[in-house]
């Protein structure tokens, strides 16, 4: 993928080298169950999910300049929410970010550039991005974001033992992107 540059932030492919900053906020039961994975309990977890990211090519290391640090995680996921809209060209933004970096504004400012990315470089017609009802902090940033409430679907969180959860999923279109942006 190719790498992004915001004003305090790069978005770039994960390095193996990174899996002791993904660790760090892997561990913490505050970030993986609000995105729908479990807490990592090794840096070995950490080093094999940074793998795979490696290898599913869709998921950017947030990494904050200031520090030369990675601090979170942000994927464009090849995922239809909604099967009526199959036809059009569409991805979904999920993310993850250190506690220690949260109320900055790091991840809007992110999610912000890959919505540019896809609308603007991957001509995508449609970007989704949801949240469990539980995490507040990831509505605010949909929100921030410009997304728009669609639908509610209840899901099993496969990851977490099943749990059954309910999810508010968002979009923005590329006719609403280019509005805004004039």
Known sequence: METLET???VLR???????SDLYEYGKDDRVGPNAGWPVHKSPEESKAVVKMFIEDNDCYAIVLKAENKVIGGIGMHNRQPDEDLKELKQREIGYALNPAYWGTGYVPEAVEALIKYGFEKMDLDLIWCGHYDFNDKSKRVVEKCGFNYKFTRYVTMRL???KPARELVYNITKDEYYSKKD
């Open 7 to 9: 004003r305090r932030l």
């Open 160 to 162: 977490l033992d099943n």
């Open 13 to 19: 492919d994960w390095r193996e080298s990174d899996s």
